[in-house]
């Protein structure tokens, strides 16, 4: 048995103890108490019950205050475990929405690639069926058109020469008339200047295509300062078709270039003019595009001169 039942039990009997005084059922004879017993009751019993209330009250708060700390326990367990739940959820959702960004970029760079795939199917589709007209042309033997006139004598036969007959070739381009290669390049000349990508594109194509020298100053200006990448990618294309060694070094810039695109072009025209390969993969970061800027300006630093020679273009100011 508890000390708390212990002590309600005391207290039961001291209470009916108290009550049997009082009433005079305690006392022989049913006779009355004297008046100051009924009055103030035995002081004895008052004492009794005095001590059970103090014990009772004490075990009573004892109790309380435990009871009390233990809900105070439990409200800091609860709101431990309230924050608990909300860092989780918060977790669970900053991860979903990664995860879902995530799939979406894959998403992309796969439908990138499978866009790629086919355009190069096709691309190898008409190499094959070009190599294939290719080789039948070759392997045709040569025809021999013999005018036959009539009433007249038959036609010599036509003697090889030493060489061996001769190979078909492709059709040559028909040749522009000089008045409309002027007009062309006065144009080039005009939009050159423009920044409009409509107007820029076809300017930067008759640069290259007539060889404009003057104008490599604008297009180094393009590929450095241009706003939209594929004006920059453009002009990279021309100068390494043109095989402008003043563009080296603003190739090997542009080969950190925010844009993939622009980058991997200064790469091809890099290698167009100088025949150096700085093996950077197509997919290559920042970190192996500043490599191989570099590496491009170390080698251009001992060749310079070489390739400078080979193209025909001396160094302005003299040297090289």
């Known amino acids: 048995m508890s000390k708390f039942v212990v002590l309600l039990a005391l207290y039961a009997a001291a209470v009916s103890t108290f009550l049997l005084v009082q009433t005079g059922k305690g ?14 009751g035995h002081p004895d019993l008052r004492k009794l019950m005095h001590e059970a209330r103090q014990l ?19 409200d800091q367990l609860q709101g431990k475990i309230e924050e608990g739940l909300a860092a989780v959820q918060e977790m669970t959702e900053g991860a979903a929405d990664a995860n879902y960004g995530k799939l979406e970029t894959l998403e992309e760079i796969v439908e990138g690639f499978g866009k790629a795939t086919a355009e190069l199917g096709g691309i190898r589709a ?26 007249g004598p038959a036609a010599a036969p036509v003697k090889k020469g030493p ?33 409009d990508l409509e107007i820029l594109f076809p300017a930067i194509e008759k640069v290259r295509e007539y060889r404009i020298m003057s104008l490599v100053p604008r297009l180094l200006e393009i590929l450095a300062k241009h706003k939209d990448e594929f004006g920059r990618t453009a002009s990279a294309a021309a100068l390494g078709k043109m095989r402008v060694a003043d563009a080296v ?72």
Not at 27 to 40: E, I, K, M, R
Not at 56 to 74: H, N, P, V, W, Y
Request: proline share 7%; glycine share 8%.
């Open 27 to 40: 006392l022989p004879g049913g006779a009355q108490p004297a008046a100051t017993a009924s009055q103030d």
């Open 56 to 74: 009772m009250s004490a075990e009573i708060k004892g109790r309380q205050k435990t009871i009390d700390l233990r809900l105070s326990r439990f």
């Open 126 to 151: 008409e190499f094959t069926g070009l190599e294939k007209r290719m080789t039948e042309l070759e392997a045709r033997p040569p025809q021999v058109i013999r005018e036959i006139v009539k009433g």
């Open 163 to 195: 060489v061996g007959p001769k190979r078909p070739s492709l059709p040559e381009a028909p040749k522009k008339a000089p008045q409309v290669m002027a007009a062309e390049i006065a144009k080039a000349r005009t939009d050159i200047l423009s920044d």
């Open 249 to 320: 070094l603003p190739l090997a810039e542009a080969l950190v270039d925010k844009s993939d695109l622009v980058a991997q072009q200064a790469n091809r025209s890099i290698r167009q003019i100088t025949e150096f390969n700085t093996e950077l993969p197509a997919t290559a970061g920042i970190r192996k595009r500043r490599a191989a800027r570099g590496k491009v300006k170390e080698w251009w630093r001992s060749h310079e001169a070489e390739v400078r020679q080979r193209l025909g273009q001396p160094k302005l100011g003299g040297g090289g």
